[in-house]
Structures are given as C-alpha cells and as structure tokens.
Nanobody, 126 residues
Framework: QVQLVESGGGLVQAGGSLGLSCAASGRALSRYAMGWFRQAPGKEREFVAAISWSGGSTYYTDFVKGRFTISRDNAKNTMYLQMNSPKPEDTAVYYC???????????????????WGQGTQVTISS
C-alpha cells in the first residue's frame, strides 16, 4: 500500500506561482510512475502531468506545457508540481497518483493509477 498526501494548495493571483507537493509513505515512491490530475466543479478529472519512476521522462497536457513543471525526489519520497503563470481556468482540486505502469500512453488515464491522494484545492483569482 502507498499513502499519498498533497500539500501546497491555496489561493494565488493569476500570473503568480504556486508549488504543490505529494508526499508518499508505505512503499518507496521510486517503484511507481507518478501523475498529477485535477478536477473542477462539474467536470471530469483530467490529466495534468506525469513523470517516470526515475524522473527521466515527463509528460504534460497541452494546456499546462511551458507553465507547469513536474519533478520528483525519490530520496524524499516526494513529487512536486510547480505552477507558474497560473490562470483562473487552472482552478480545481489537484490530486497526485501513483501507477505501476510506465507507458506514456497509459499515464494520462486516471484508471491506470493504483493509488490516489485526497486532493488539495487550488484557486487562481483573476
């Protein structure tokens, strides 16, 4: 079992910056690929970014490319999402997740993740 806990959410103005963390316990995070998803009210959960177990490969959805950066520190059992120049439409609950799969084609799909955090609210004001 892996327990994931997100932190760092809050309220920030558009154009600012915000950093999210996802701390893992139970098993070594290095065994898993990791991802960030988000869900806005009334919308389905959507893929934001993913990172391979080693951190050597990263994947982003188009609407965050160039603005968000995913990273991980396996020694600290922690994953990060740095959000630069956020926009009001980035407002959502952000979830981190761990997957035993490594294929990039699978990491954008919520159903392929084995463990999820409880989520952290991110609100971007205009």
């Amino acid at each position: 079992q892996v327990q994931l806990v997100e932190s760092g959410g809050g309220l920030v103005q558009a154009g600012g910056s915000l950093g999210l963390s996802c701390a893992a316990s139970g098993r070594a995070l290095s065994r898993y690929a990791m991802g960030w998803f988000r869900q806005a009210p009334g919308k389905e959960r959507e893929f934001v970014a993913a990172i391979s177990w080693s951190g050597g490969s990263t994947y982003y959805t188009d609407f965050v490319k160039g603005r968000f950066t995913i990273s991980r520190d396996n020694a600290k059992n922690t994953m990060y999402l740095q959000m630069n120049s956020p926009k009001p439409e980035d407002t959502a609950v952000y979830y981190c997740a761990a997957s035993i799969y490594s294929s990039s084609s699978l990491l954008s799909t919520p159903g392929t993740y084995n463990y999820w955090g409880q989520g952290t609210q991110v609100t971007i004001s205009s």
